[in-house]
């Protein structure tokens, strides 16, 4: 409990912030005026603290960050959270209430982004000098709505007239050939816990937003000056959609790089001494032209091309997330030429320097003009690393093996990692309080205590406990999708769940095949030991039309079954409405099943299976990204494994020797796929779209669904039949708990920072 001088003091500095804004005293204002006043508060508070000090600051690049809503995280980090907990008693309201006000800020995709966000927390918290460096874009990704069985897509505008967003009157100019473009610098605080210190995420804004479109997503894609930061990846499948990306990442790396170069001189040195003072990640290769950029501005700035590039080089990092070598970003020289003329001449220098001394190695610039993004990064950086111990393996041996070879220094693994304090302190604080009472605070800051908890793993009064805390989190989602979409969930069933962007590596498809199994089992009068709930949640890109198809699918078979009084007491599928990370919040605790299935060898880590896996959900799952090291550290009885291997896989696409009719026509799999062309299936959906995806998954079927799937149902099935020994399970439950603080981003950070930043 806070001391109530600590509680009075925050009520009075609300108080007179009431008055100084609204006109009003506290007990008079709204629940939504009180958001504003802690919001107010916690942002001036935030940026009034001094940066962390050192000889080298670190700048996270990043094309995204998915930074969920900041209130609680904040409060947290200022040291206020039980203060302003017991404010609001006072006033009457609970902190989720005013929560309700805050809009979540969309600046990311999915796991990526919010790797990047779980990062800059973790930067703070370790007291490290590190900002991240990003886009405001300001309609987001996008929001999702269901309509007619299909998704919706709507603009997701969230800056509101108060918001976490700190204008800093900095600007710098970009210059896109023709014309140019001034990018305002507007910032949001990354306080940190414990340190009393903030770092900052730094976002570059056009001086005048585009307009909120009038209706969908649609806008004026050649109207750069405005609409640099309409939308978050603008749909990409069209030639002016792509050169718009292009325009955003060259605005986002050009204003990036001046700020380095400005901080840099600000601290009176210059850039002959940038590597000794700066470090640079590049998450992905969206950000990869910063390095063309920095070596022209040096250049410009009066250094040697010898230098710049080496000053670069020992400064540069660069995080592969993408294991496909055709999912690496490539450009037209033409685009660059366009965008950015005066990078070109760089551009060309660094791929003849590749020829010259690495004749061997694939060039930056292929024959086809194409510039390869992460060519660049590799060459002109000093480290490559990949994001799971089975990611960063491929990536050495198969897909940029040649690279390898040239340069075994460079490749590193950094198993990603999630925040521990947003996804188990705060979002689930009833399990957070379990631990607490079980083995101190300490695991608040080092996760690795959480082993601890082992000890109790024989204690029957901490397993019922755990069950009954899971029990109460699935009836906290319960009320919530009821109020959010009216939708009844059965707290006694079994949540299994798969929550994450759609995509055919990822397989929904194949959990869908799973409900019709199911659908048909109980049809038959095979019913479940006890009613199953498989939920859903996920955006897909607005321009890929085989994940809209499976979410297509997926809305059909849920209105299928909740129309069929034989099948929905025993089964019921959800599909929540615009997923992002309050949903996840509210979804992660509430999980006994944790559906982590992509095709193995495709999945580059996966972070939803750690907050899940740390929330108490049994993982099943492929061998596939991090699920390999989940299994590593909770052993066979504490995860359900399934599927063929990343080996198996590689050698499946190497031979292109996968037929999905061989498996289409097995007798087990037949009436599953057909199902989809059923008449209670096309009686509901569309036609055209169930046909395509029936078709695809019987002809082409790319990432294996048809492969696994007898697999897959044999697990599911086992993890259901298991989940009936409540002790059983609560005691896979606590395992997972107990070793799941490997996980801790603070622990990838602390790596990040020993073996490629050395910040101090
Ligand atoms: C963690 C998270 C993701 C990533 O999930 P994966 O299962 O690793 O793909 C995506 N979106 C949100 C909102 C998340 O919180």
Excluded at 43 to 64: H, Q, T, V
Excluded at 148 to 161: A, C, F, L
Excluded at 489 to 499: A, T
Aim: glycine content about 6%; overall charge negative; charged content about 25%.
């Amino acid at each position: 409990m806070p001391e109530r001088k600590c509680i009075m003091k925050l009520k009075s500095r609300l108080e007179s912030l009431a008055q100084n804004s609204f006109a009003l005293p506290l007990i008079d204002c709204s629940p939504q005026q009180v958001f504003e006043l802690l919001l107010i508060l916690c942002r001036n508070l935030a940026y009034e603290r001094p940066a962390p000090k050192g000889e080298k600051k670190l700048y996270y690049f990043s094309a995204e960050f998915l930074l969920g809503k900041l209130l609680s995280n904040n409060l947290l980090a200022l040291g206020i959270y039980d203060e302003a907990k017991a404010v609001l008693s006072d006033l009457g309201l609970e902190l989720s209430e005013i929560e309700d006000f805050e809009p979540e800020p969309s600046l990311g995709n999915g796991g990526l982004g919010r790797l990047a966000a779980c990062f800059l927390d973790s930067i703070a918290a370790l007291g490290l000098w590190g900002d991240g460096v990003g886009l405001n874009y300001h309609y987001g990704l996008f929001f999702q709505r269901f309509e007619n069985h299909k998704q919706g897509e709507y603009p997701n505008p969230w800056i509101k007239p108060q918001s976490w967003l700190v204008e800093t009157g900095l600007s710098f100019p970009v210059s896109f050939g023709s014309f140019t473009v001034n990018a305002q610098l507007k910032d949001i605080s990354i306080p940190s816990a414990g340190t009393g210190l903030s770092n900052r995420l730094h976002l570059f804004d056009v001086e005048e937003p585009y307009p909120l479109p009038l209706s969908g997503i649609d806008f004026d894609k050649s109207d750069i000056p405005h609409c640099l930061t309409a939308f978050l990846y603008p749909d990409d499948s069209d030639e002016k959609g792509r050169l718009l990306r292009v325009y955003q990442q060259y605005f986002m790396v050009s204003a990036g790089a001046q700020l380095i170069l400005k901080e840099l001189d600000d601290k009176g040195f210059s850039p002959e001494n940038l590597a000794d003072h700066v470090s640079i990640q590049i998450n992905d290769t969206h950000p990869s032209m910063l390095i063309p950029e920095l070596i022209r501005l040096m250049v410009d700035r009066g250094l040697s091309m010898d230098s710049a590039i080496e000053q670069v080089r020992q400064s540069c990092a660069y995080t592969n997330h993408a294991i496909l070598a055709e999912a690496l970003e490539k450009w037209p020289l033409d685009f660059i030429e366009t965008v950015a003329p005066q990078l070109v001449p760089i551009i060309q220098e660094l791929d003849l320097r590749v020829k010259k001394a690495h004749p061997e190695s694939p060039p930056i610039i292929d024959e086809d003009e194409l510039v390869h993004m992460a060519y660049l990064d590799i060459h002109y950086g000093h480290s490559i690393n990949g994001v799971a111990a089975l990611h960063t393996d491929i990536l050495k041996h198969t897909e940029l093996a040649p690279f390898y070879s040239l340069y075994p220094e460079k490749f590193n693994n950094k198993t990603n990692g999630v925040s521990f304090r947003r996804w188990l302190e705060v979002c689930n604080p009833l399990l957070s309080g379990f631990i607490t009472k079980r083995i101190g605070e300490g695991w608040k800051k080092d996760t690795s205590i959480l082993t601890y908890l082992e000890d109790f793993v024989d204690d029957k009064d901490s397993l019922n406990e755990l069950l009954a805390i899971k029990s109460e989190n699935k009836r906290r989602l319960k009320q919530e999708i009821f109020r959010l979409q009216g939708a009844h969930l059965n707290e006694n069933s079994v949540f299994d769940i798969q929550i994450k962007r759609f995509h055919e590596y990822k397989r929904q498809q194949m959990n869908a095949l799973y409900v019709i199994y199911k659908y048909l089992e109980i049809k038959e009068g095979n019913l479940p030991p006890r009613p199953i709930t498989v939920i859903f949640g996920g955006k897909a890109a607005p321009a890929y039309t085989m994940a809209k198809h499976i979410i297509h699918l997926i809305l059909c078979l849920q209105s299928l079954i909740e129309n069929d009084p034989a099948v929905s007491p025993w089964l019921q599928v959800l599909m929540v409405e615009n997923y992002n990370v309050s949903k996840a919040e509210l979804l992660i605790p509430a999980c006994d099943i944790s559906e982590q299935i992509s095709l193995a060898s495709k999945e580059a880590s996966g972070t939803g299976n750690m907050k899940l896996m740390a929330n108490g959900a049994i993982t099943l799952g492929t061998m596939d990204g991090a699920n390999v090291e989940i299994a590593d550290l909770v052993g066979a009885e504490n995860i359900y494994t399934f599927g063929k291997s990343s080996p198996q896989v590689i050698k499946l696409y190497a031979e292109e020797s996968y037929e999905p009719l061989e498996f289409y026509h097995r007798s087990a799999i037949e009436p599953l796929v057909d199902f989809i062309l059923s008449p209670e299936l096309l009686a509901i959906g569309d036609p055209l779209a169930l046909t395509a995806l029936w078709k695809d998954l019987k002809h082409k079927d790319w990432f294996m669904s048809l492969l696994d799937l007898e697999d897959y149902i044999a697990a599911k099935e086992k993890a259901l039949s298991d989940y009936e020994n409540r002790e059983a399970w609560a005691k896979k439950m606590l395992i997972n708990i107990a070793r799941s603080g490997f996980f801790s981003s603070d622990r990838s950070i602390a790596q990040y920072n020993e073996e490629i930043w050395q910040l101090c």
